[in-house]
């Protein structure tokens, strides 16, 4: 893969041992600072899986969960499409030269003027759930090709979508057809999103079962679909509960859509980069409080690379880089480094007596953590350093 267009430096290893690698970084870098090693080889491991585990369903990466220009570049290389949100996000998927019919438009929710834009740069392929939107589609940009998005939410998923997105396939499902065919919209298929980090095995067959139900009811008013969108949800860090979600999926298609003229697709995000990324963080201060807990305050925190696992609620693995092979170990707390009361990120965790100066390291800080990252109290966000073995 060539990495010198609209992107950062890659530094290719023999070999990849990324305590070695980061401790590295820590000498040459000679600042406290926190950064981030991202090892692109991670996600080309996780495209392998997919198209193992998955075969029949395209992948388009939801570009929200990290759009550093390095991880679209390895992606885009590998054949994966994108599923953007926004007319920034199209931009950037169309710099790589990626061509505009692998883009979907997966936001049900699109200003004017983006609708106008996707227009204009040939992205034609929009969801929708509402006759609103839809009217708004057909009317800056005739030629889109339509899916419409149904509300089919997981039992156990870290976030669920239902209240905001979706339609409802009993009651609204049938009427927002009827007027797609009323405005002459070139209606092709149906999306759902079952929630993410789904782990509820049973929640694709369900949902895969609802769009069946819509496919027949489209069928009725003239139309013949031939996308059906699965949507995200795909754990990020736990390949044997995606192997076990592939397979449900799998069977769901075959009972469901045999027929392979249907095309299938997905937006996994998070799938494809959360283990990718570790973030390294420096240990800026320390007290022992009450209860004989140790307090320690780091340099990155809720309103920079924390933020994601404050608002979804995602558990967070931390562990000194530094070993501590025969310390005993402390219910600690860990703070962030703003000057707000509730920056904490972990109030129970098991850790060795620290000192200051030393390293803390994030797993799994690949999705959703860079890309929601603010520079309250004017801290910024961490630098990356891209990986990559031979």
Not at 84 to 108: D, P
Not at 298 to 326: A, C, E, M, Q, W
Request: charged content about 20%; hydrophobic content about 40%.
């Amino acid at each position: 893969m060539n990495f010198e267009n609209n992107s950062q430096n890659v530094e290719v290893y023999d070999n990849i041992d990324i305590t070695r690698i980061i401790a590295e970084k820590i000498q040459q870098r000679k600042k406290s600072a926190p950064f981030y090693v991202c090892d692109l080889g991670e996600i080309f491991k996780k495209y392998l899986l997919w198209t193992s585990s998955l075969p029949r369903i395209k992948p388009f990466y939801a570009v929200k969960a990290n759009c550093s220009p390095n991880v679209l570049k390895t992606l885009a290389d590998l054949g994966v499409n994108f599923d953007c949100a926004s007319t920034n996000e199209i931009h950037k998927v169309l710099s790589f030269g990626v061509h505009s019919s692998r883009i979907i438009y997966a936001h049900t929710v699109k200003a004017p003027e983006s609708i106008q834009y996707a227009n204009e740069v040939d992205v034609k392929l929009m969801t929708f759930d509402n006759a609103e939107e839809l009217q708004k589609m057909k009317k800056l940009c005739p030629n889109v090709r339509a899916t419409l998005r149904i509300k089919s939410d997981a039992k156990k998923a870290l976030v669920k979508y239902g209240s905001k997105f979706g339609c409802d396939v009993e009651t609204e499902a049938a009427t927002l057809i009827h007027l797609a065919r009323a405005l002459d919209v070139d209606l092709v298929g149906v999306s759902f999103h079952v929630g993410s980090e789904c782990e509820d095995l049973e929640a694709f067959d369900k949902a895969i079962k609802l769009a069946h139900t819509v496919f027949q009811l489209a069928k009725l008013q003239g139309y013949s679909f031939s996308i059906l969108d699965i949507g995200g949800g795909f754990p990020g860090n736990n390949n044997e509960l995606f192997k076990k979600i592939a397979r449900q999926i799998n069977d769901a298609l075959d009972y469901y859509f045999p027929n392979e003229s249907v095309q299938v697709i997905a937006e996994p995000g998070c799938f494809f980069v959360n283990s990718s990324s570790i973030l390294a963080c420096n240990v800026l201060s320390k007290k022992f409080g009450v209860n004989s807990k140790w307090i320690y305050y780091i340099n990155d925190g809720l309103f920079g690379s924390f933020n994601r696992d404050y608002f979804f609620n995602v558990p967070i693995t931390v562990y000194p880089l530094k070993k501590y092979p025969k310390s005993e170990v402390y219910s600690s707390t860990i703070f962030g480094v703003t000057c707000a009361s509730d920056d904490k990120l972990c109030s129970d965790v098991s850790l060795p007596v620290l000192e200051i100066g030393d390293w803390l390291l994030f797993d799994n800080k690949g999705a959703y953590c860079l890309s929601s990252c603010t520079s309250f109290n004017g801290f910024c966000a961490p630098d990356v350093c891209y990986i990559i073995d031979l």
